[in-house]
């Protein structure tokens, strides 16, 4: 039976212009320079090189990705940071999100949610997966910040607020306007705020108190919240549903259910590879080197092509193992790998087990949503028990 690409789908609905020039820049070869663009590079062997070469390769100075984010989240926040400081700050957050407290966190705080989400699809209800995760993922990004409103409404609104300023990034956006910087920084600061005021409490079960103990300043905590937020939400948010949407389309949602922690890592794993949430990276050249063949020069934009460098194994597939070079790609490499790797994870896997129990789900309705930076759907609707959906 031909699965029909909904993936595909998504990109296209939500690029309809970039997607297309994305897809065509793979086929043209590992590295091709794009007017406009930059360089982008389609391999994942190349694309970890790049990241793994910090000093080259930089996301700070002119052209580069910091220059996007400066403006709104300040200069210390580890995503504009390169060499010695970002080491050191790195550092002192290497504890920060161990899977322990990841899990317990996770646990807390989405405990009472899921448990209403299972007691709908339980009773029948039809469950829109879209809304779920984004207030699932607001209230985790709300206990990372120290938010103390503790409503579905409040989450909801959290992930709305963030989610205004992704989407005022494209592929292609290098510098925020004065305007957009403005609206980034009417919703970031009172958020800075929040962060500020559970720093200052300073306990440390919550991430703002444990960065007061870890040695970050006041400063250093309110941008590192901030980076969080913008990084952290709608990543984690989109990869749900989509997730559960391969699953159904693949006709795995019972064999994953069943399969234990180990078969759920790989659904997860193969869904993130298929998905990208964030299907490009940036990085600024600072040496003249050649990638691939093709020479690069100081201030050369490089764009890597994180989607096409993961679908170039093929279409979603259980069965299928990870080449080394591919190894959790979607969350990056070298210095700048994701942060927040084992709070999405511990999120990731305790939402899905709880929807996967609940089920067998069926879909009933979708569609895709446009408008977006991170493809995904506008709604997909579940209901457990088994159907045509
Ligand atoms: C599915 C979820 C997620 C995905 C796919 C993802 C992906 C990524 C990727 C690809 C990078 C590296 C970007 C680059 O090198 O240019 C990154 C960095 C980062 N991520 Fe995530 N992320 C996710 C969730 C999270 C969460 C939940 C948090 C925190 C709450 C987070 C915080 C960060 C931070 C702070 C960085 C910057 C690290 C640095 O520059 O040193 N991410 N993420």
Redesign the pocket.
Known sequence: MKVRDWERRLYVTAHPFAYPLLCAAARRGPVVRVPGVGVVVNDASLARGI?MDGETFR?DGPGS?GELWTPVLGPS?????EGEA?RV??RR?ADL?VPSYTEALCARVLDEPLARLTGRLRDGATVDLVDAARVL?GA??GE?IGLETRTESAYRDLFEQGERIVSMVSLRTRRLSPSQVRRARAVLDPLGDIAAKAYAAGDESTVMGRMRTLGLSEDEARG?AG???L???E??A??LPRLIALLADHGQLARVAAGGAAMLDRAVDEA?RVT???PV???SVHRAVAVGGVAVRPGDRIL?A?HNCCRALGPFDLDRPHPPELRR?????????????P???A??RLVARTLLAAGPLTVTRRAAARGVLIPTYRHLAVRAGRGTG
């Open positions: 990241l996301k990705p926040v580890l995503l504009n940071m970002h700050l790195r957050l999100f993922a985790v990004i990372v590192a980076a969080f937020f990084t952290g939400t990543t984690v989109t990869l993130m990208t949430p964030t990276m940036l990085r890597i994180t790609l979607w969350f990056g490499a070298g210095p700048h790998f994701c942060l927040g790797y709070l999405a994870t999120q990731i």
